[in-house]
């Protein structure tokens, strides 16, 4: 791809990712609407399609305060990190054989600093509130990110063991004769648990638990502020799910359909599953989060590592 076009995708895929995230928070109500068996949102428009456009105009015209107790320049700068970090994210996210902004030769460990960047601002939004409450939801996010970074990196070495590489390319077109998802069935679950924790999906909230800390980092955030941490939740929804596909379920890979359909679809199945995985499953008490963490995640992603490692070994010696 030249230069121009990769500068037009990228502008693509930034309004198609922001279009998404706001698609997403229609459609999540909806599928939950469904699942519950209750309505949802249903009388702006088709099929309530109309309450986005709603909730954007809700949000744009509401007065944006800043606290005179906060610190004003974090306090302001904390919900933009995260849509950056996410956005840049997405950068190395191949959509099929020739779609892609850049094929890094270190894409995956690209990815990875996204993400921890993304919770940065989490916590700075927490303590330049200077609100009990939101000092109390930053400072479980620095906890979660603490226990959560370490497993999350550790369950894929098992998938560059057997690529071979830490392009995204390479770990595709690694897969053309069997999807990870197989061999590293263990890997994806020690990932799987680790995203939700990551985006602070249901039910791994804790940061922003309403019940407890009446919401938490975000208490003091209104108007643009809060819409764009709320942003930067989907987006990272859909980016840890372009990544699963990518890294477990082959891709683009796929017979007959065309390959970013079939990047699309798998990608469409797994945000699905993350959605109703938040009506499934209560959340669970502060510590047993880390005791999942540290006690049970942990010594599972080593031991994956070590079946991996050993497995290679062999087919190789």
């Not at 954007?56 to 944006?64: G, I, N, Q, V």
Request: a negative charge; aromatic letters at 14%.
């Amino acid at each position: 791809m030249s230069e121009l076009g990769t500068i037009v995708f990228g502008l693509i895929l930034i309004g198609g990712a922001v279009g998404g995230a706001a698609f997403l928070t229609w459609f999540e109500r909806r599928l939950l609407g469904i699942w519950q068996d209750r309505l949802g949102p249903n009388r702006l428009g088709p099929f309530g399609v109309l309450q986005v456009l709603a909730d954007m105009l809700k949000l744009l015209t509401k007065d944006d305060w800043v606290p005179p107790f906060a610190d004003k320049v974090v306090f302001v700068f904390a919900p933009t990190a995260i849509v950056v970090a996410m956005l840049l994210g997405f950068a190395v996210v191949p959509f099929s054989p020739d779609l892609y902004i850049i094929d890094l030769n270190i894409g995956l460990l690209f990815f990875l600093a996204m993400t921890s960047l993304a919770v940065y601002s989490v916590l700075l939004g927490g303590l330049a509130s200077n609100n009990k409450y939101a000092l109390l939801g930053g400072l479980r996010s620095a906890a979660q990110m603490v226990s959560y970074e370490v497993f999350m990196g550790l369950s894929l070495m098992g998938v560059v063991m057997l690529s071979g590489s830490f392009s995204l390319l390479d770990i595709v077109n690694a897969q053309k004769d069997l999807w990870f998802f197989i061999p590293q069935f263990l890997g994806l679950y020690v990932f799987l648990i680790a995203g939700i924790a990551e985006s602070h999906r249901l039910p791994f909230d804790l940061p922003e638990a309403e019940h407890e800390l009446t919401a938490g980092f975000h208490t003091e955030y209104g108007g643009m502020k809060f819409a764009m941490f709320m942003l930067g939740e989907y987006l990272g929804l859909m980016l840890i799910s372009c990544m699963i596909v990518t890294l477990f379920f082959g891709g683009w890979l796929g017979p007959w359909l065309p390959p970013v359909v079939w990047f699309f679809l798998k990608v469409f199945a797994v945000i699905c599953f993350f959605i109703l995985l938040r009506c499934a499953i209560p959340r669970p008490r502060y510590d047993q989060l880390m005791s999942l963490g540290w006690k049970y995640m942990l010594p599972l992603a080593l031991l994956n590592l070590l079946v991996t490692g050993a497995v290679v070994l062999m087919m190789e010696g």
